[in-house]
């Protein structure tokens, strides 16, 4: 069967069709790329403040855990938690005791800091599989508003119910927090055309850092300066901008651009047929057993696991560490420890930009893409945790290092972030869930490990071993997904099996009336 000329040049492609090249839309694609009130740029605009959201839930506890505890009490037969290593000079705010109110060692502080991702790792798939029958929206706009609700009742859980009570309160903030990431897939599916995946996906994953970037320093000042103790006004204020995002997102944001009311139909028209190559999108059941033998789908796996162990490793106990040892106060605590997200933060929508025209202008396959950019977001930050492991007492050598280092990580959402919407991109939100289910498993070692590393011994030596650990994650799984990942669309995932397949499927049914299987138009290869 000889494909079409147009059919032969997408393949050649790995799959991936230039929006120019496709059928009509030529005046579609020049009547939309100028204008900057689409309806995805405020679909992208709005997960991304979701996305800060979701990582100001996260964040604000590794800060609010240091003013909570009482520092002095935990002895356990040690002098104090503090490391005496490192001299006070130099230091415009450094102190010594800002005790909380509760007695938790090292230990406890870990377990409390992962009860967050219990909740949040087991709702991954089961939201991924429901986003796909039912849709994303509503199940990202209402986890969400569950989580931000329940952050109002973090201080009575923790002053009534103490260490327990509490991380069963941010068990269920996890739990709604859950679909963030599979269903912010699955939207950006169904709104992102193939050429604006990079900066779109960039734009929204870049909330986590945004959103760490605000939540530490203002966190920070709350537990110095808030109301109610201090550390308790850290929940009420993410707790009601969170519920405010989540009314407003379940009101103004639309499934897909077929379910929007107001939108342009040239935008419409514009984003379905560059997906889809249609106006209408068709997804068949989930090739489950296809994609558990696919090379490339577990080096997004082992990718995004190693991603997520190194960065809960820093973001959980970063404060803890600058608390610890470089011993600085409540207020430069949150601020000196969000300079590493600002940084990651900028980086990644540069280097965002640099992959969508890496891959442009065809001087660069999707492949070598995402592997490009892969390594430097992995390769980074395991060599700045390992140098920052000699810098000692240079508490600005050591933050420098740490910064440029979470600053390189800003480039996995143009590796294996995105990654999964170039190998399928109409299972992209259920692939999403899998990974990041398992990536969370992970993640929730890494303040547990870090914890009992550190329980009444914070010397730079045992601080070292947490960074060794979190810097050969990091470069063994980054390894992985150069050997093994694809940014080729794979073939359980080629429109052309669900004609054949559909064919056989009426073959089955009628068995004595003759089945004619037509070549696929060029249409049904497109994203």
């Given at each position: ?9 997408n ?11 496709q059928?009509?839309?030529?005046e579609?694609?020049?009547d ?15 997960l ?27 002895t ?6 503090f490391d ?22 090292s ?19 089961p ?23 329940f952050?109002?009742?973090?201080p009575?859980?923790a ?6 009570g ?8 996890g739990l ?22 990079s900066?779109?996906g ?8 945004f ?11 709350l537990?110095?300066y ?28 639309y ?7 107001t939108?342009?139909?040239?935008e ?14 068709k ?22 696991m190693?991603h997520?162990?190194g ?5 959980t ?25 600002l940084?990651?933060?900028l ?6 930009v ?25 390769y ?10 000699y810098?000692g007492?240079d ?33 992209a ?7 990041n ?16 590393l550190?329980?009444n011994?914070p010397?730079?030596a ?6 060794f ?38 073959q089955?049914?009628?068995?004595s ?8 138009s060029p249409?049904?290869?497109?994203q």
């Amino acid at each position: 069967m000889t494909l079409p000329r147009q059919q032969q040049i997408n393949r050649q492609r790995n799959g991936h069709v230039l929006v120019w090249d496709q059928n009509g839309l030529n005046e579609i694609f020049e009547d939309t790329k100028p204008r900057c009130f689409q309806k995805r740029f405020f679909v992208t605009f709005m997960l991304f403040l979701g996305m800060a959201n979701a990582y100001v839930m996260r964040t604000n506890m590794s800060v609010a855990i240091v003013a909570m505890v009482n520092h002095t009490a935990i002895t356990d037969g040690h002098d104090d938690v503090f490391d005496d290593e490192c001299p006070n000079w130099n230091l415009t705010e450094v102190e010594e005791s800002q005790d909380g109110e509760f007695v938790w060692s090292s230990a406890q502080q870990g377990y409390i800091l992962s009860a967050f991702f219990y909740g949040y790792v087991i709702t991954q798939i089961p939201f991924g599989m429901l986003a796909k029958r039912y849709g994303a929206l509503r199940f990202l706009g209402y986890g969400m508003l569950i989580n931000s609700v329940f952050a109002f009742f973090v201080p009575i859980a923790a002053r009534r119910g103490g260490a327990w009570g509490l991380s069963v309160i941010r068990f269920i903030q996890g739990l709604g927090e859950g679909p963030i990431v599979p269903c912010t897939h699955a939207l950006l599916a169904k709104w992102i055309p193939p050429n604006e995946r990079s900066r779109m996906g960039a734009a929204v994953y870049a909330g986590a850092q945004f959103g760490t970037i605000i939540s530490m320093p203002l966190s920070g000042l709350l537990a110095e300066y808030g109301f109610d103790g201090g550390w308790p006004s850290i929940f009420y204020v993410f707790g009601a901008v969170g519920t405010i995002w989540s009314v407003a997102f379940i009101i103004w944001v639309y499934e897909d651009p077929c379910s929007h009311p107001t939108i342009s139909e040239r935008e419409k028209k514009y984003i379905n047929n560059s997906l889809w190559g249609t106006s209408e999108m068709k997804i068949p059941p989930i090739p489950f057993r296809t994609i558990a033998k696919s090379l490339p789908f577990y080096a997004i796996l082992l990718a995004h696991m190693g991603h997520n162990y190194g960065y809960e490793t820093l973001m959980t106990e970063l404060p803890t560490y600058m608390k610890q040892v470089l011993r600085f106060s409540l207020k430069s605590n949150g601020l000196l420890s969000s300079l590493p997200y600002l940084a990651m933060w900028l980086f990644s929508l540069f280097i965002s930009v640099v992959a969508d025209w890496m891959i442009t202008s065809e001087r660069f396959s999707h492949t070598s893409t995402r592997k490009i950019m892969n390594s430097i977001g992995q390769y980074g930050p395991g060599i700045a945790l390992i140098a920052a492991s000699y810098t000692g007492c240079d508490r600005v050598l050591t933050l420098a290092i740490l910064t440029v280092g979470v600053g390189l990580n800003g480039g996995i959402y143009s590796g294996f972030k995105i990654n999964h919407l170039d190998i399928t991109p109409r299972f992209a939100g259920v692939l999403m869930a899998i990974t990041n289910c398992s990536a969370n498993l992970a993640g929730l070692l890494a303040p547990i490990a870090a914890g009992n590393l550190i329980d009444n011994q914070p010397t730079i030596a045992q601080w070292s071993k947490v960074f060794f650990i979190a810097a050969a994650v990091y470069i063994i799984c980054g390894t992985i997904f150069n050997i093994f990942g694809s940014g080729k669309r794979q073939p359980w995932d080629n429109p052309e099996n669900d004609h054949i397949n559909d064919n056989h499927e009426a073959q089955r049914h009628n068995s004595s009336a003759p089945v004619t299987i037509v070549p696929a138009s060029p249409e049904k290869t497109k994203q």
